[in-house]
T-cell receptor, first 113, second 116 residues
């Protein structure tokens, strides 16, 4: 069965510092992987996705993620965090049934000024 | 592109009444739409998957007679919470997928429901 693990519930970084949010997935075939961001009281915005090809994918707002099949990971990174990046981040994988998304529990990012 | 809207953004209703939430894909045709429920500080819980012109597929534990889903057109799906009770209060989010070969889901801004 498909599943996604985000081991960090809450991460705090200083503005300007680098960021890495961890995501591990469990899926038997080649996964379709996504990172979404959610601001309080809002829907989810797609940051980036990986379907195939280059394992380092670039997204919006300066984010990137690297797919590592050997580690079943798809970690999200940003070299310099801005205060506006404070939000909830969800990693997700497409399952095989009707294109259903399986979400991780989310990582809350706090940015100190 | 790929914008999804929801209406209303928030609603307060009395216990026992029904509430309808609309989900629209504004600039693409959505063959499949999904309805999620999100509790505070938790991840999204898939409630049902709806395909245009057919009955919705509900997840285990979701009452189909309680949460009525209609996907009458390629740009509109509705979720009706029937005989709402306080425990139905939640944040409801829809998403839409452009086609059978398009795996990306685009999410609406969500609807906050409060049942008094």
């Amino acid at each position: 069965a498909q599943s996604v693990t985000q081991p960090d519930i809450h991460i705090t970084v200083s503005e300007g510092a680098s960021l890495e949010l961890r995501c591990n997935y469990s899926y038997g075939a080649t996964p379709y992987l996504f990172w979404y961001v959610q601001s309080p009281g809002q829907g989810l915005q797609l940051l980036l996705k990986y379907f195939s090809g280059d394992t380092l994918v670039q997204g919006i707002k300066g984010f990137e993620a690297e797919f590592k099949r050997s580690q079943s990971s798809f970690n999200l990174r940003k070299p310099s965090v801005h205060w506006s990046d404070a939000a909830e981040y969800f990693c997700a994988v497409i399952g095989s049934t009707l294109g259903r998304l399986y979400f991780g529990r989310g990582t809350q990012l706090t940015v100190w000024p | 592109g790929a914008v999804v809207s929801q209406h209303p953004s928030w609603v307060i209703c009395k216990s026992g009444t029904s509430v309808k939430i609309e989900c629209r894909s504004l600039d693409f045709q959505a063959t499949t739409m999904f309805w999620y429920r999100q509790f505070p500080k938790q991840s999204l819980m898939l409630m049902a998957t709806s395909n245009e012109g057919s009955k919705a597929t509900y997840e285990q534990g979701v009452e189909k007679d309680k949460f009525l889903i209609n996907h009458a057109s390629l740009t509109l799906s509705t979720l009706t919470v029937t005989s709402a009770h306080p425990e139905d209060s939640s944040f409801y989010i829809c998403s839409a997928r452009a086609g059978d070969r398009e795996e990306t889901q685009y999410f609406g801004p969500g609807t906050r429901l409060l049942v008094l």
